[in-house]
């Protein structure tokens, strides 16, 4: 199979061509759970497969954390797959993705930056508590798109100065809390400044924090805008990968664009000839 590697601030994925591939939809969890480990194979934090749309857009994205399991939609995942998608001809300077969670549009900026608009959110709760490791925690827990991609909010000051393994024992306990019925990707924030702010997601399906995640983002620059904590207006984002950017469109009370913007990263293209695969199939 043919692939690409790319990522998104850090976030990594491995993208598979299924026009050309015609892969049945059944092999993809495999595929993920042995291409996405990095000791044993390419490595990735999810793997993607462009399909062919159903609903009138350019194409389809197929999305799969590194666990195999489905995932909804990834921010950065769809900045990658736009400049895929643009790459190979299959859409133009702005692209109409469809996901699970719905439809995402994209644009090109430049040559390696892409700006996507994130699902609607479906549910915003700025005050959820949540129970883990005995305490209460107050999360803000917010869903885009429909099914709606899960993440808890979690201000966390002094972020960059935190224990990080303690902080990973609260993210994967957060993450099953029963607060959150589907799980959830907690997102550790701590505000710099109106225009800023310092994040570091735990991400479920990677179960483990990753250098970015773009839903995330979107979720913690929204849930900050409605705190009155941040301007919503091209607030930068600081994450382990690099720098993200969001803006927040209102009218009145309502939402009515996420955007998120940053850099995406061709890191290699091949064949893959990975034979843990073939020796799956002898079996």
């Given at each position: 199979?043919?692939?690409?590697k790319?990522?998104?601030?850090?976030?990594?994925?491995i993208?598979?061509?299924?026009?050309?591939?015609?892969?049945?939809?059944e092999?993809?969890?495999?595929?993920?759970?042995?291409?996405?480990?990095?000791?044993?194979?390419?490595?990735?934090?999810?793997?993607?497969?462009?399909?062919?749309?159903?609903?009138?857009?350019?194409?389809?994205?197929?999305?799969?954390?590194?666990d195999?399991?489905?995932?909804?939609?990834?921010?950065n995942?769809?900045?990658?797959?736009?400049?895929?998608?643009?790459?190979?001809?299959?859409?133009?300077?702005?692209?109409?993705?469809?996901?699970?969670?719905?439809?995402v549009?994209?644009?090109?900026?430049?040559?390696?930056?892409?700006?996507?608009?994130?699902?609607?959110p479906?549910?915003?709760?700025?005050?959820?508590?949540?129970?883990?490791?005995?305490?209460?925690w107050?999360?803000?827990?917010?869903?885009l798109?429909?099914?709606?991609?899960?993440?808890?909010?979690?201000?966390?000051?002094?972020?960059?100065?935190?224990?990080?393994?303690?902080?990973?024992?609260?993210?994967?306990?957060?993450r099953?809390?029963?607060?959150f019925?589907?799980g959830?990707?907690?997102?550790?924030?701590?505000?710099?400044?109106?225009?800023?702010?310092?994040?570091?997601?735990?991400?479920?399906?990677?179960?483990?924090?990753?250098?970015?995640?773009?839903?995330?983002?979107?979720?913690?620059?929204?849930?900050?805008?409605?705190?009155?904590?941040?301007?919503?207006?091209?607030?930068?984002v600081?994450?382990?990968?690099?720098t993200?950017r969001?803006?927040?469109?209102?009218?009145?009370?309502?939402?009515?664009?996420?955007?998120?913007?940053g850099?995406?990263?061709?890191?290699?293209?091949?064949?893959?000839?990975?034979?843990?695969?073939?020796?799956?199939?002898?079996?």
């Amino acid at each position: 199979m043919k692939f690409w590697k790319m990522n998104g601030a850090g976030n990594d994925f491995i993208i598979l061509n299924n026009l050309e591939e015609g892969l049945p939809p059944e092999a993809f969890p495999g595929l993920a759970r042995t291409l996405c480990e990095r000791h044993m194979s390419l490595g990735a934090d999810g793997l993607m497969a462009v399909d062919a749309p159903l609903q009138g857009g350019d194409f389809r994205m197929l999305f799969f954390n590194s666990d195999g399991s489905v995932g909804e939609m990834c921010g950065n995942g769809a900045r990658c797959i736009c400049r895929y998608g643009y790459e190979n001809g299959l859409a133009g300077e702005t692209q109409t993705i469809e996901t699970t969670a719905g439809i995402v549009t994209g644009r090109r900026v430049d040559r390696r930056s892409y700006r996507i608009r994130l699902n609607d959110p479906s549910v915003i709760d700025l005050h959820r508590p949540a129970k883990a490791h005995g305490e209460t925690w107050d999360c803000a827990y917010v869903e885009l798109g429909n099914p709606g991609i899960p993440h808890a909010v979690v201000l966390c000051p002094g972020l960059s100065r935190a224990d990080r393994t303690k902080l990973l024992g609260l993210g994967r306990a957060l993450r099953h809390a029963s607060a959150f019925p589907r799980g959830a990707n907690v997102n550790f924030c701590d505000v710099d400044s109106p225009q800023g702010i310092t994040e570091l997601t735990y991400e479920r399906g990677v179960e483990d924090f990753t250098y970015a995640c773009g839903t995330g983002s979107g979720a913690s620059v929204l849930a900050l805008t409605l705190m009155g904590r941040v301007t919503g207006q091209d607030v930068a984002v600081s994450v382990p990968g690099g720098t993200l950017r969001v803006t927040i469109d209102r009218e009145g009370g309502d939402i009515r664009n996420i955007w998120l913007t940053g850099p995406t990263n061709i890191v290699c293209k091949g064949e893959i000839t990975d034979e843990e695969l073939e020796m799956r199939n002898e079996e």
